[in-house]
């Protein structure tokens, strides 16, 4: 396709032009006024992004938001086109371009209607908890955020060596996928809550094959050298404190650099953290020191 044709297709539908006079919760930055937007990617699978930015022409650094999964095809057609929004928002605040994906097989696109013959793009089954493939699905993820970090570069809307990659559950899990990658543009990855396989059946603290993952996890570590930090709840029902430690220890045992933080209880299920507004004050400062440390 021309690249005309592509740019076109990345053409910009204004959610707010939110002339939003909001500063730092210590008040000692600058006013930083953002916008919202919602941008159609074009890239090799084509997807909706939400976009919040500082208002300007930039350049700006680039923080790349992964969400989780649903394995019920009716959950991923209502999927949220913006679920890390207030998160999103604190990060555009401190003057990053912040893109938050909606993954292939959600929302708009989400087409699966197997008795037409229908089927969307989705790549984030395990397959069976005897033998599952946890690898597979992460990298799939992580190639989205590469696609999405060379075109924002391209675009010129971005610094070229200055992306954060940040994600919850599933899309934690791609985030350290993408970690075993070292790809040169991204100076730092977070986790929040981050893995696979969790709640089988519905069913609390009942993961698909713990130990598959915790193997997984250092296969990744293996080859990761970016700076990383995860952050876990202990009431999180999917990810629980001594299955995400066992991670961690094997993630770093195996030569992956990560911080690690167990956090107190949060609502009546810790794994949605991220989502609420509430959490922010409790994961900001963590979030900011470790940020300070990589300048």
């Known amino acids: 396709m021309h690249q005309s044709c592509l740019r076109s ?18 008040d000692q930055a600058p006013v930083q006024r953002i916008q919202e937007e919602i941008w159609a990617l074009p890239l090799p699978l084509p997807m909706f992004a939400y976009l919040v930015r500082p208002i300007g022409d930039g350049p700006f650094p680039l923080v790349i938001m992964n969400h989780g999964v649903s394995l019920n ?4 057609s209502f999927f949220p086109l913006v679920e890390f929004r207030d998160a999103a928002m604190w990060f555009a605040r401190r003057g990053h371009l912040v893109v938050a994906p909606v993954g292939t097989g959600y929302g708009a696109a989400a087409i699966d209607i197997p008795e037409r013959g229908l089927y969307g793009p989705f790549f984030s089954k395990v397959g069976k908890c005897t033998n599952p493939n946890f690898l597979d699905p992460g990298l799939a993820v992580a190639q989205a955020d590469l696609w999405i970090i060379d075109y924002m570069i391209a675009e010129k809307r971005v610094l070229p060596k200055d992306v954060i990659v940040v994600g919850q559950s599933a899309g934690g899990w791609a985030s350290i996928a993408l970690s075993s990658l070292n790809p040169p543009p991204v100076k730092a990855i977070i986790t929040f809550a981050a893995g696979r396989g969790g709640r089988v059946d519905g069913k609390p603290n009942n993961n698909c094959a ?24 202990e009431n999180d029902t999917f990810f629980g404190p001594a299955l995400s430690k066992r991670m961690y220890e094997a993630f770093t045992a195996a030569g992956g650099q990560a911080e690690y933080h167990l956090l107190p209880p949060f609502g009546s299920d810790g794994h949605f953290f991220i989502g609420s507004a509430e959490s922010i004050p409790i994961w900001s400062p963590l979030v900011e020191q470790f940020l300070d440390k990589l300048r």
């Open 9 to 26: 297709l990345a053409l910009i539908v204004l959610l707010l032009t939110s002339q939003l006079t909001l500063s730092r919760a210590d």
């Open 73 to 76: 095809p009716r959950d991923r």
């Open 210 to 233: 713990p130990d598959k993952l915790v193997e997984a996890t250092a296969l990744f570590g293996a080859t990761s050298r970016v700076p990383m930090l995860w952050i876990y709840i």
